[in-house]
């Protein structure tokens, strides 16, 4: 009897300790999920670069676009228990027409990697709100491109 006792606490203990340690070790289910958050931040941080005021508007606008995708991307990842705090280095571009198209690649990038086989429905969820943020990002930069060429062109 006690050595079933025993036998029953070591597989208890085990149990509850396995958890811990697998996702210790593993990245989670959708390790996607850190990148594209990375490739975020990134476009992020060159979207506060100072402009004339009727681009900076447009690139507010996305900046708070990808705010709301990562706010999503965040939750998603709460559930794979992903280390979501990151400093990401940024690369310096200097004309706006590197950084716009720097910024556009990286929202394309993340949208690509979110787009992984997502097998949790709560996650799921916010995962496609997050593609619809992303997807107001890169509108509101492609408005500000726009704009961007026509101040070049009338000299402003």
């Not at 590197?98 to 916010?126: H, P, Q, Y």
Request: aromatic fraction near 6%.
């Amino acid at each position: 009897m006690k050595l079933k006792i025993i036998k029953l606490c070591l597989v208890i203990t085990a149990a509850a300790a396995l958890p811990g340690l697998v996702s210790a070790d593993t990245p989670g289910h959708h390790p996607a999920y850190l990148h594209a958050r990375s490739d975020l931040r990134r476009a992020q941080f060159l979207m506060r670069v100072r402009e004339e005021p009727n681009v900076t508007r447009r690139l507010v606008e996305a900046d708070r676009a990808v705010d709301a995708a990562i706010g999503e991307i965040d939750r998603a990842a709460v559930i794979d228990r992903k280390d979501i705090e990151e400093h990401p280095h940024v690369d310096a571009f200097p004309d706006r027409r590197g950084r716009f198209g720097r910024i556009v690649e990286l929202l394309r990038s993340a949208r690509r990697d979110l787009e992984k086989e997502e097998d949790s429905g709560r996650a799921r969820g916010w995962r496609d709100a997050a593609f619809r943020h992303i997807d107001d990002a890169l509108e509101h930069m492609h408005r500000a491109a726009v704009e961007q060429h026509w101040d070049h062109e009338f000299g402003y």
